[in-house]
């Protein structure tokens, strides 16, 4: 069995020159890969573990706003080779963001990041929850 050699947009090629039937396509500026994650509680914090390997973990931007997490950065191709023949080509290489709402309140402030071993690992306390323990009357206001 022989390797077919890899080429982009292969799978266009039965539609030909798509743009003649819909028009010029938007420029929609996104990731260029989504990185796998994982969002579990213990008792006392939430975790976030997300494999970036391979990407300089002081290059990732971690922000939380309103209860939601974001992650995002950029992997960089570094090759000494310009023209390569592939015969497949899987390694995601350039911008990635991911956004996710957190599963409960936490202390956004008290926040910590590690990275080792390829993973990035977000560790963040949960704020207590605030319970209600006074009872409040509220009166009606209207007409009869």
Known sequence: MSLIPFQ???FLEPWGDIDRFFGEWPEIKTAEFIP???VYEKKDKVIIETPIAGIDPGKVDI???DNVLTIKGKSEKK???EEKSYYRQEVKYGSFYRAVS???KVKS???KANYGDGVL???IPKAPEVKSTKKVE???KGKK
């Open 8 to 10: 982009r947009g292969w």
């Open 121 to 123: 690992k977000i560790e």
């Open 102 to 104: 957190l599963p409960t």
């Open 63 to 65: 922000s939380i706003e």
């Open 79 to 81: 090759s000494e080779v």
């Open 138 to 140: 509220i009166a009606v």
């Open 109 to 111: 402030d008290k926040a």
């Open 36 to 38: 796998p994650m994982d």
